[in-house]
C-alpha cells in the first residue's frame, strides 16, 4: 500500500451486530431447557439454505461476485489492482449443530462481508482480491465429517467420497446439494490463497479468565472420530437371569468409563473424550438392549499421545468383547485429523493489528476443530478468538459474546485482511 491509503480500519460494529441477529433468526428456535432463543441450522437442511441465501444477497449488495462450488461452499469476490495476485481469504460456515447460538462460525463469515463493506466505504484497494467463503458442513453433525467443505477443497477428501456420505435418514450431500439448490458449478480444489485468516469466537474460557477481548491462535489439536456398534442379544428385563444377559448398554456404559479413565490417567498428555451419541435398541423399559450405538471424540494437541489413546481404547474394544460371548463391537472411522500448528507470520500481523486498535490479546491453542485446520495445508493460516461470556460455552443457546467485543475482532480482522492483501 502507498499514499495515503490507511493501514487501520474500524468496521461498523452496529451493522456487523445486526447482520448475526438476522442470520440469528433463520432456523431459531425456543430451547426449552434454557429459556433462550437457539439457533439450528444443520446442513444442508431447508432453514441452511434459506440462511445461504441470505448471506449470498449481503455479499451481491456488498459488491461482492458470488461462485458456488460442486461442494456447496461459497466464495464471494473483491478484486485487487493486481489480476494475477492470489486472494486473501476469509470465512467459516454458517450450519449449525442442532442446539446451537448466533455466533459460531457465522461471526467469521459476517465479519469478512463486514470487512469488505468498510474497505469499499472508505475507497481502499488492495494488491490482492479479498474472498469471502462458507464452507458446507464443517459442524459434521449431520453428515458424520467435520470440517468437510474446506476438506475436500483442500483435497484432504475427494469430491466422490463426501457426495456419497448420508445423514441418519439415508439422504446423501450429493442429493441435499441438488435439492437445496447448492450444487455449484465452479471448481471445488482451491488454487492455493495468498493467505488465510479466520474471525471466530473462542468456544471456550481461555479469553474470559484472562480478561482479554481476543486471542491469537496458535494452531488447532488433532481430532478423531469413530463410530462403535455393539451388539448383544435381547432379554426379558425381570425373566432373564444376569449371568445370561448379553447387554449392549452395559457395554456402551464400560466404553464411556474407560474413555474416563484414560483422560484422568495422565498417560496420555491433554487427552479430551466425549460420548456425543448414544442410543440404544429396542429402546424400550423392560428389554436388555440388543444394540447399542455411539460416537467417540478424542481431541489431544499430540499426534502420539492421540494414537497411545486410540490405541488403548482399540485394545479395551477387543478385550471387552472376548471377555463376553455373544457380545460383538464394529467401529468406523468418521474423521482424523493431525494438530495443526498456524503460520508464524500471519499470527504476528494479527498480533499487530490487535496492537494497534489498542486491544489486549493472547496467544492460545483451538480446543475445537475449525475450517482454518483444512486451509492450513494451501496456505500460511492463523486465526482471531473472540471472547465468548458464560465460561465460554458454546453449541448451546447461551453462547454470546458482546456486541463490543464482536466489533473489536472484526476490527482486526479487517485490518489484518487490509495489511496481508496490500502484500507484494
Known sequence: MTGSTPDRVTVNGDRLWQSLMDLAEIGAYDDERTGLRGVNRL????????????????????????????????????????????????????????????????????????????????????????????????EGVRFGTDMLGSAVAAGRLTLEYAHALTDRDGRTLGGEL??????????????????????????????????????????????????????????????????????????????????????????????????????????????VPARAEMTVDLRNPDDIQMTRAEDALAMFLRELEGGRPGLTLTTRRMARTAYVPFDESVQKVIAQAADDHGLAHIPLQSGAGHDAQEIAALCPTAMIFVRGEYDGISHNPREYSTPEVCAQGVDVLATTLLRLAGQD
Open 43 to 138: 446442513a444442508l437442511t431447508d432453514a441452511a439454505a434459506a440462511g445461504r441465501r441470505q448471506v449470498i444477497a449481503w455479499m451481491e449488495q456488498a459488491g461482492l461476485a458470488v461462485r458456488v462450488d460442486r461442494m456447496g461452499n461459497i466464495y464471494g469476490r473483491r478484486e485487487g489492482t493486481d489480476p494475477a495476485a492470489a486472494p486473501v481469504l476469509t470465512g467459516s460456515h454458517i450450519d449449525s449443530v442442532a442446539t446451537a447460538g448466533a455466533f459460531d462460525g457465522c461471526l467469521g463469515v459476517l465479519g469478512g462481508i463486514e470487512a469488505v463493506r468498510t474497505l469499499d466505504e472508505r475507497g481502499i484497494s488492495t494488491r490482492h482480491p479479498i474472498e469471502v467463503g462458507i464452507f458446507t458442513e464443517e
Open 178 to 287: 441438488a435439492r437445496t439448490g447448492f450444487d455449484g458449478p465452479a471448481e471445488v480444489r482451491l488454487e492455493p490463497p495468498h493467505a488465510y485468516v479466520e474471525c471466530h469466537i473462542e468456544q471456550g474460557p481461555v479469553l474470559a479468565e484472562h480478561d482479554v477481548p481476543v486471542g491469537v491462535v496458535t494452531g488447532v489439536q488433532g481430532i478423531s472420530w469413530q463410530e462403535i456398534t455393539i451388539h448383544g442379544r435381547a432379554a426379558h428385563a425381570g425373566t432373564t437371569p444376569t449371568r445370561l444377559r448379553v447387554d449392549a448398554g452395559l457395554a456402551a456404559a464400560q466404553i464411556i468409563v474407560r474413555l474416563r479413565e484414560l483422560v484422568e490417567s495422565g498417560d496420555y498428555g491433554d487427552l479430551r473424550a466425549t460420548v456425543g451419541h448414544l442410543t440404544v435398541h429396542p429402546d424400550l423399559t423392560n428389554i
